[in-house]
């Protein structure tokens, strides 16, 4: 069976890009095919996963706006028939996790999070994903 393939995506306005840098190196250590690009809209967010076809999508936010694009990037992979699990990172306000749940993000990594756990975590959705469509 082939690497898992994750998208890990940030707004191209948001210079903070250290922690992404970061979750991208562990991911490859673990053995996963980490794309790291930036988006401007939800909408590119969805495209370049499916073009990508990958297994996981991890979005950075650091400076907020992640329920409207979480609510957009569900709602375009539901409309494409793509399920993609997608993990949500950085500064997450605690009162914005019920709508990103409501919104089907799998998982909101904090930051301080062991890097084994996070690579774990996304191993783990990557592989639940590829047993319900059969391995690559």
Do not use: N, W
Not at 3 to 22: E, G, N, P, Q
Not at 82 to 90: F, K, L, N, R
Not at 91 to 96: A, G, K, V, Y
Request: a negative charge; one cysteine or more.
């Amino acid at each position: 069976m082939s690497a898992a393939r994750v998208l890990l995506t940030k707004s191209f306005i948001d210079s903070h890009d250290r922690a992404i840098k970061t979750i991208a190196i562990a991911l490859r250590e673990a053995g996963m095919e980490a794309i790291l690009v930036d988006y401007e809209t939800p909408e590119q967010i969805v495209a370049t996963a499916i073009d990508e076809d990958v297994d996981v999508v991890g979005i950075s936010f650091m400076s907020g706006g992640q329920v409207p694009v979480c609510e957009a990037v569900m709602a375009g992979l539901g409309a494409a028939g793509a399920a993609i699990p997608v993990v949500v990172g950085g500064t997450i306000r605690p009162f914005d996790e019920p709508a990103l749940e409501a919104a089907g993000i799998s998982r909101i990594v904090r930051g301080g999070e062991p890097l084994a756990t996070v690579a774990a975590e996304f191993e783990r959705l990557a592989g639940a994903k590829r047993a319900t469509e059969g391995a690559r």
